[in-house]
């Protein structure tokens, strides 16, 4: 098969954890029998300070020309402290998100034995802990309009707005998902509040139907966000709007023991983007410390979800905890006596696994 990429490796540690992850989709299509092509293009405060535009139009034919887009992180300080600022580096990711039509951010939170000990939460809480996230992209308050401040500066306000449309649309595919797995559907709301959760809660009761196979559950978000820390294993396929879902999914990451371990996936009308979920570290960029792996598993989704390849991003996920047992990871997952390893070394090892 030929694999038609766009790479972004955005700001911060992006570059270096995009470049590992890159190197190790490279072996999987020389191991596989692929071809593999690909082009850079630069997005958020690197654009900025190139063209000024964090999401240019040369970025976005690119990523329209591809099958997938691999993306790194996106931030900068600069931009971070300085409120004024006109154009952020964020504005980037919101634009790409609506240009591409990526309408689901999928996040699978799982556990890996060797980082159980990590996690904040009792072991036997997390232990066999195995849920997807699916979180609405371009909706709600991100999105709405009006939004902005009153001239005097003292009043602000944004707008959440969700059509039936995009309730729909993430909803089919959150049952979708249901059905390759264990057929459990909770969706998250907050009807008793808010009119656009009632049109969810509408729209959703109305959907399931049409998947009688499939077990549905209504739970408000301050339950959800209660039971994700008591009880994650009760969950199976978790999906939402898109503020709760932005919320929801950083408390997940605590479940699986570090941020830097957890993939995502922006589903597209046009193209979808792979990406880790944690941010661009600006305080390690150009050090060669920072955690390349969830960055290489959300190749390993890229392979499953983009190009249907599930062989490929299995082995991905197998070289990846295979890693992890032999103690070779970046210091800030590394046990205490451990030997802590650089990112190029872990790049390094499992290109080496997937060759073997």
Request: aromatic residues 8%; proline residues 5%.
């Amino acid at each position: 098969m030929k694999l038609n990429i766009a790479v972004l490796p955005g700001d911060g540690i992006g570059p270096e954890i995009i470049g590992q992850a890159l190197r190790v989709t490279e072996a999987i299509c020389e191991k596989f029998g692929h071809e593999l092509s690909y082009e850079y293009g630069v997005v958020g405060a690197t654009a900025i300070d190139q063209v000024g535009n964090p999401y240019p139009d040369g970025t976005h034919e690119l990523c329209m020309s591809s099958d997938a887009v691999l993306f790194g992180a996106i931030g900068d300080p600069k931009y971070d402290n300085n409120p004024s600022a006109k154009v952020r580096p964020e504005q980037g990711l919101l634009a790409m998100r609506k240009k591409l039509g990526l309408y689901a951010n999928i996040r699978p939170v799982s556990t890996f034995p060797s980082l159980i000990h990590k996690s904040p939460l009792r072991a036997d809480l997390v232990d066999g802990a195995d849920f997807m996230c699916i979180r609405e992209l371009t909706g709600g308050l991100y999105f709405g309009r009006p939004q902005g401040r009153s001239e005097d500066g003292d009043t602000a306000y944004d707008t959440c707005v969700y059509t039936r449309e995009e309730v729909e649309r993430i909803l089919h595919l959150s049952y979708k998902y249901a059905r390759m797995r264990r057929k459990k559907v909770t969706v998250v709301d907050k009807a008793n509040v808010l009119c656009t959760s009632r049109l969810w809660r509408q729209v959703a009761q109305e959907i399931e139907k049409q998947y009688p196979d499939v077990e549905t559950e209504y739970m408000f978000v301050d339950n959800a966000a209660m039971q994700i820390i008591q009880w994650p294993k009760r969950f199976d396929v978790l999906v939402t709007e898109n503020l709760f879902g932005d919320i929801l999914t950083d408390e997940a990451s605590v479940i699986t023991g570090s941020l830097g371990m957890l993939p995502s996936a922006s589903i597209g009308i046009h193209t979808s983007v792979f990406e880790p979920i944690h941010g661009s570290y600006p305080q390690a960029a150009g050090k060669n410390i920072a955690n390349p792996l969830a960055t290489i598993l959300s190749a390993a989704l890229m392979f499953e979800y983009a190009f249907d390849l599930h062989e490929e991003g299995a082995l991905i996920r197998q070289a990846v905890a295979a890693s992890m047992d032999a103690g070779v990871v970046t210091e800030d997952i590394a046990s205490k006596d451990g030997e802590k390893h650089s990112t190029s070394e872990v790049g390094d090892w499992i290109v080496d696994y997937v060759k073997k």
